[in-house]
C-alpha cells in the first residue's frame, strides 16, 4: 500500500515515540528528530509504502545518536516475557479442539509487541484475551486447504519477541518445509536471522534473511533465495501490520496475521482497528482516495 | 501553556482534517495544507500556545482557498441542531434538583460541538450521557461561593452552537451582569460577536468580542475593554478546551469548563481524556517536562 495523508501524523507521533525511547530524557533530541521527520515530509514520496518511512525515520535516530540498535534492550526484555509464557501458549493450544487455529491465534497475540505501533503493550491481558477474544479469521479454511498439498511455507516473521508465539504456530505446520525470514539488520524491534537463530527457531524452520532493511519486507531489495521462495511457495504467512502494509500489493496470495493498528489498513481490510485477523491478501490495488480512512482519536 | 512535542502530531492531523473539512475532494489540496504545515514546524516557537498554532494552520487554509469563513456551513447546521436541542435541555435543567449544577453541565455538554478536536461528535448520544455522566465539578463549591457576592461574571465563549448551551448556564447567573465575550473574527467554528447576538445572547449578558483571533484567548491581542473585564471581573467562566490551552497561565483565577480532549491537557489537569470537567485554574506554572504526557492513540 501507498502512504496516506492520515498516516503522516501517526508517523510524526511514531518519530517522537521513538525518539523518548531511544533517549528518554533529552528534549532537545526529541525536538530535533520531530523537526527532521517534519521539514522531511514534503518530500515524501507517496507511492512509499510505510514501512519504508519507517526506515526514514529510524535512521535519523540511528544517524543522530550514532546507535546501531537503538531496541536491543527493549527486544531482550521483550524476549524474555514471550519465553516467560511460552510453556502456557504451548499448554492453551494443545488442550485446545483445534490446535492449529489456537496456535493460529497465539501467534496473532504476538504480533502486539509492537513498539512501533504501540509502545505501552500488554502481554499478560492480551493472553487473557485468548480464551475469548472473537478474532476474524476469515482465511483459516482457505488457509488449511492451501496447506493441504503444500510441501513448502514462507513465513515471514516481524517482530522479536513475536517470533516465540510464531514458533507455536509453525511447529503446526510442520512436518512441511518451513522458511522462516527475518529483516536483514536490526531495525524497530523488528527480527533479525541472528536472533531468530538464538530462540531455536532454526530447530523448526529454515532461517534467512530476507534482505530487507525496512519494518516490512520491501520486495525491491530482497536476496534472490527470498524472491525465489516469494515467487514459489505454495503458502506465504506474513506475520505483522508491517508485512501487511508492504506486501499488500505484491501481486500473489499471502496470509497475513496481524492486528489491525490503524485506521487506514482497518479501511483497507474492511476490519476495524483492534481486531486480530488472518486475512489473505497480496493482490490488492483498490484505493482508498474515495472511501477514505478518517483517523478518530481526539484532539 | 505551551505546545508540547506531543501537540505536532495532532496539529498536523487537525490541519489535514480541516482541509478536508473544506475541500472534501480535493486531494491536492490536502497534501499541499499537510505540507505546509509540517514545513512550518521546525520554525514554530514552542512557547506559543496550541490555539496560536491553530490559527497559523487555518490562516494557511484561508489564503490556499480564499474562503475567510470555511465552517459558515457547518456552524449553521450545528447550530441549528443544538437549537432544535434546546426545549429539552431547559426542561431538564428546571427539574433538576439543582439547577445550577444541571446547567453547567448542559454547558459541559455543548463542548463537544467542536470541530477541530472532535468532527464526529454525536450530540444526541452525548445527551443522553448527560443524565449518568460521573462529570467532575471538583470547582463547583468554590464557583457557588466565588458567585455569592459577584454583581458581574466574565464568561468567554468557545464554539458557536456550543453557546446555545451556554445560555442555559447565563440564565443561571442572573441577576448578575454577564459579559458573553466571543472571537474577533471567525475562526474554525468558533463564535463571534456577530453570531452570539443572532442567537439572542445579548438579551441575557453583555455581548462583547474578546479581540482574541485565535481559537482560544490570546491574552496579547485582547481588546482595552475586554483586558480591564479579565482583570477586573471577580468570576471568570471560560468555555472549552481552546481557552484553557491559552489561559491556564493567565494569572488569575477561572473557573474553566470543558471536555478533555487530549492526553496533553489530561496529564496538566490531573483528569481523564473524555472527562468532562468544572476545573479552578488559570494560574499554571507547572511543566510536563518530567510527567511527559504520552499519545496512546495507536499506529
Redesign the interface.
Known sequence: MKTY??C???F???A??AA?HVRPTD?AF??RV??EV??A??RLP?QLSPPRVGEFIHGIIRRETGIDDPYAQAKANNLRQALAFLPRLEAWVRQHADPFEAAIRVAIAGNIIDL?????FQLEAELDLLERQTSQLDALEPLRNALEDAEQVLYIGDNTAEAVFDQVLIRQLLPRRVFFATRARPILNDITEETARQIGLDADATVLSSGSPIPGTDLTRVTEPFRQLFDEAPVVIAKGQGNFESLSDAGRPIFFLFKV??EVVAALTGRA??SSILYLGGTMRKSL?AE?A??????
Open positions: 495523508l492520515d503522516i501524523p501517526c510524526i507521533r511514531q517522537l515515540e523518548r528534549e526529541h525536538r520531530l523537526n517534519c521539514a515530509v514534503p507517496e512501533g505501533a504501540n509502545p505501552d493498528k490503524c482497528v483492534g482516495s477514505r478518517s483517523t478518530p482519536q481526539e484532539a
